[in-house]
C-alpha cells in the first residue's frame, strides 16, 4: 500500500486470524526480497527472504509470496498473535546492491 | 555472540551542531550500513561498507553526513551542522558478507534537533 504522510497503511485483525501483507516492488529487475518486522522501538528484525527463482517460500507460521509479473510480494502470517503487533517492511535488492525498502505496514492485532 | 549495538540510544541536540554515532557490527560481519528512518517512514540508505572495498556513499541527504569504518570493525556516522530536518532514527545494519546476504539491525539513535 501507500503511504500518505505520516500515516502508515495499517492492517487490523483479530487474534488467530490469519494476516496478509502487501507490497508493491519496485524494479522488475530485483532478484532478492526480505520481510522485516520492527517492533516499536526497536531496529527491524528479519522474518523471511525469498529469491526470483521462486514464487512461494514457507517459514515457522509465515508464508512470502512472489509475483514477478505484477512486481507484488506478499507476507502471509498464520494464526497471528499480540506479538506479531508491528511494522513489517519489504525490501528488494539486485545483484550485490544494496537493498531498497519499503514504506512499511503496521499490523495491530486485538486479542 | 551480541548483535548489532548502536551508542549513544538517544540523542538530542542544537541546531548547527554536530554529532557523531557509533555502531558496533557483529564481529566477523565485513558488511556495514547506515539508514535512516524518519517517523512513520521506511529506511532510507545512507552509506554502505565492504571489507577494504571504497564505500557506497550514494545514499548521504549533503555533504553534511559523513561516516568512517575503522579497522573493518566500528562505524561512526557524522552529521556537521545538524538540521531540524536531520532529526530521524539512525539505524546501523550489518551482514557476513555482503548486500546480498540477511542483514542485522542495531536498535538504532534517536536523533532530536531542536
Known amino acids: 500500500g501507500e503511504s500518505v504522510g505520516l500515516h502508515l497503511p495499517t492492517l487490523s485483525v483479530q487474534e488467530g486470524d490469519n494476516s496478509i501483507i502487501n507490497c508493491a516492488y519496485s524494479n522488475s529487475a530485483s532478484d532478492y526480497f526480505i520481510w522485516y518486522k520492527q517492533e516499536s522501538g526497536k531496529g527491524p528484525q528479519f522474518i523471511i527472504d525469498i529469491r526470483s527463482n521462486m514464487d512461494k517460500r514457507q517459514g515457522q507460521r509465515v508464508t512470502v509470496l512472489l509475483n514477478k509479473t505484477v512486481k507484488h510480494l506478499s507476507l502471509q502470517i498464520a494464526a497471528t498473535q499480540p506479538g506479531d503487533s508491528a511494522v513489517y517492511f519489504c525490501a528488494e535488492g539486485l545483484g550485490y546492491s544494496t537493498l531498497t525498502f519499503g514504506k512499511g505496514t503496521m499490523l495491530l492485532v486485538s486479542p | 555472540g551480541a548483535g548489532v549495538s548502536q551508542s549513544p540510544s538517544n540523542k538530542v541536540t542544537e541546531k548547527g551542531k554536530d554529532v557523531e554515532l557509533r555502531c558496533d557490527p557483529i564481529?566477523?560481519?565485513?558488511?556495514l550500513y547506515w539508514y535512516r528512518q524518519s517517523l512513520g517512514q521506511g529506511l532510507e540508505f545512507l552509506i554502505y561498507?565492504?571489507?577494504?572495498?571504497?564505500?557506497?556513499k550514494s545514499g548521504l541527504p549533503s555533504d553534511r553526513f559523513s561516516a568512517e569504518r575503522t579497522g573493518g570493525s566500528v562505524s561512526t556516522l557524522t552529521i556537521q551542522r545538524t538540521q531540524q530536518e536531520d532529526s530521524a532514527v539512525y539505524l546501523c545494519a550489518s551482514s557476513q558478507n555482503g548486500a546480498r546476504e540477511t542483514q542485522y539491525f542495531g536498535p538504532g539513535t534517536r536523533l532530536l534537533v531542536l
Open positions: 561498507f565492504q571489507g577494504n572495498s571504497a564505500p557506497d
Open positions: 564481529s566477523g560481519h565485513t558488511a
